[in-house]
Each structure stands twice: as structure tokens, then as C-alpha cells.
């Protein structure tokens, strides 16, 4: 998915939201939707796995490094109640 059409998915169901959600840079190819909680904020949610596989492709790290640099720059960077959720999915 584009960066646009991701911004006009949420613009579309969270219009009074939209430029409260923060999105994940680099990672479109791995935007799964919004993820809605109670008590919490609507968020941007990710495929952690194709954000690793993003890094390797993207960036030509190793699996380990890409699974360390995600797991320390991305999926731990907090940067307020509209920070974006990454899912690790359930592979049958």
C-alpha cells in the first residue's frame, strides 16, 4: 500500500483522527490497517515481519540484524498515545 492510500484509509474512517495517527516511515509495505483498543488511542498497525524483511531488502541487513534493529529503533520507539502497533502474525 502507498503512503497515499494508507493517509486516505484513515482520513476515510478517522477523519477527526487523521493527523493525530502517526504512521511508520519506510514500511508501507507492511500497514495492515488500524488497530483500535479500549482505553486507547486508534493506532497504525504493522506486519513486524515484513517490516524485518523490509530492512533486509531495503537496507541489506542480515536477518539478525534487521530483527535487532527492529526490535530497538522501531517497535520500541515511543512517541506518544498515537505511536504506531506492530503485530506479530499467526502463521498457520
Known amino acids: 500500500m502507498k503512503r497515499v492510500d494508507i493517509q486516505n484509509h484513515i482520513n476515510e474512517h478517522y ?13 508501507e509495505k507492511a500497514f495492515l490497517g488500524i488497530a483500535n483498543s479500549y482505553c486507547s488511542a486508534p493506532r497504525a498497525c504493522y506486519d513486524a ?3 524485518i524483511e523490509i530492512l533486509e531488502k ?3 541487513m542480515s536477518h539478525e540484524e534487521a530483527i535487532e534493529f527492529f526490535n530497538f529503533n522501531v517497535s520500541s ?3 506518544g498515545e498515537f505511536t ?3 503485530m ?3 502463521h498457520s
Open 84 to 86: 504506531p502497533a506492530f
Open 88 to 90: 506479530k502474525l499467526a
Open 15 to 27: 477523519p477527526e483522527m487523521d493527523e493525530d495517527i502517526l504512521l511508520a516511515d519506510g514500511f
Open 49 to 51: 515481519d515484513k517490516c
Open 58 to 60: 531495503r537496507d541489506g
Open 77 to 79: 520507539a515511543y512517541v
